[in-house]
Structures are given as C-alpha cells and as structure tokens.
C-alpha cells in the first residue's frame, strides 16, 4: 500500500493563480480530509468528505473548494491564490470506527 | 465546541530525562483523544490513540498518555527521552459521537533533546 499520496511536494504561485493539490488514498477510506498547518498554529480543518460525493466544510474553508467524484480522490482546489494561503497542506484519511487518520507527506505552498 | 491546549510550545530535557508534553481540551461531549508526532518535513504518525477503553494508553516508542476526566487533560508522557524523540508533538480531540474523522488540534509543542 502506498497509503495517502500528494502531490505536487513543493509549489510555488503567484497571486491570483489558481492550482489544484492532489491527494490520493489506497486504503480504501471512507473519510477524507484536508488541513493547512501554520506555525503556531497547529493544523486546522478546511474541507473533509465522509464519502464520494459527500463533502462539508471545517475550520478555515474560505479561498479553497473540493470535490469527491471516488473513494480515493480529494483534490483541493485554490481559486485565486492569496499570500495568506502560503502553508504546508496535509492531505488526511480514516476508517469509521477507529477516528485514526493516516496523514499524506504533505505540499508546501507560497504565493508570492 | 471542542479545543486543544497544549502547555508549552517548546520543552527541552536531557537524554535520558522523563518527558512530559502537556493537553488540555475542552469537549462537551465524550472525547476521542490522539497524540501525532511530526519529523521535520513529514507527515504526522499516531502515537497513540484513547476511545474511552483504559484511561492509561500505551503507543509506540515507549511514550504513554493518561486520560483525566476530572483534569481534562491527557498528557504524554516517556520515562527516558532518546535522541531520537525530538520532533513535533500535537494533542488533537476529535467529536466521540460523530463518525466524520475530524480532529481539532493543539498549536503542537517542539521537543527538543540534549545529550
């Protein structure tokens, strides 16, 4: 198993590019999710699905948008990339029953 | 709403010393609680995991976490810190009662260890 992959690893945008973050997962999860971390800041919620074609927003959602279309898929899109989405992005899923979530390695992102 | 408060964003011990990383949360419902660690530039890995099972749970690497309902907290805790353990540590709460995967995390605290 690969577990969860991202990619790109590292990207960098100007202001108002849009891109797309990949994410994939081959375990089979029903529950995916993405979070951005920040220094000092933990990481915090900012879309997550409970299925295909089931997504919900978290914490921070403003400036990015998903969508779920397979059990393995969950791409983050950025609209019109801002300096303040500059982060490292991880990419999450999980099994329903045990609440563990298996992280990807995460993309660094700047927007300059 | 639920919340994390980890005490400390860095602790520093000698190799060889206890470990003590701190958690608090606020949950107005029954917690499921988690402590991740994070490598420098990798993902977070569980170290250990509570789902209202024994309050003393033990995770990989030698460390433990004690959950307190009266204290809420869930600190974690490793008699012999190793070289090896410094990294990133981050205390996250997710909702006991509602099967989505979502985790509220703590701001994280770096350990670092001396020789």
């Known amino acids: 198993n690969a577990g969860v992959t991202q990619t790109p690893k590292f990207q960098v945008l100007k202001t108002g590019q849009s891109m797309t973050l990949q994410c994939a997962q081959d375990m089979n999860h029903e529950y995916m999710s993405w979070y951005r971390q920040d220094p000092g800041m933990g990481l915090r919620l900012i879309h997550y699905?409970?299925?295909?074609?089931?997504?919900d927003q978290g914490e921070v959602p403003n400036g990015y948008n998903v969508s779920r279309s397979t059990t393995e898929d969950f791409p983050l899109r950025l609209l019109s990339a801002a300096p303040s989405q500059t982060s490292v992005y991880f990419c999450?899923?999980?099994?329903?029953?045990?609440?563990?979530?298996?992280f990807g390695p995460g993309t660094r992102l700047t927007v300059t | 709403a639920q919340s994390v408060t980890q005490l400390g964003s860095h602790v520093s011990v000698s190799e060889g010393a206890l470990v003590l990383l701190r958690c608090n949360y606020s949950s107005s419902v029954p917690p499921y609680l988690f402590w991740y660690v994070q490598y420098p530039n990798q993902g977070l890995q569980l170290l250990l995991k509570y789902t209202s099972a024994a309050t003393l749970v033990k995770g990989i690497n030698g460390f433990e976490a004690e959950f307190k309902k009266s204290e809420t907290s869930f600190h974690l805790t490793k008699p012999s810190a190793h070289m090896s353990d410094a990294a990133e540590y981050f205390c996250?709460?997710?909702?006991?009662?509602?099967?989505?995967?979502?985790?509220?995390f703590g701001q994280g605290t770096t350990l670092q260890v001396k020789p």
């Open positions: 999450a899923s999980g099994r329903g029953g045990n609440y563990e979530q298996y």
């Open positions: 699905s409970v299925g295909a074609g089931i997504t």
């Open positions: 996250a709460v997710s909702h006991g009662s509602s099967n989505t995967g979502k985790l509220i």
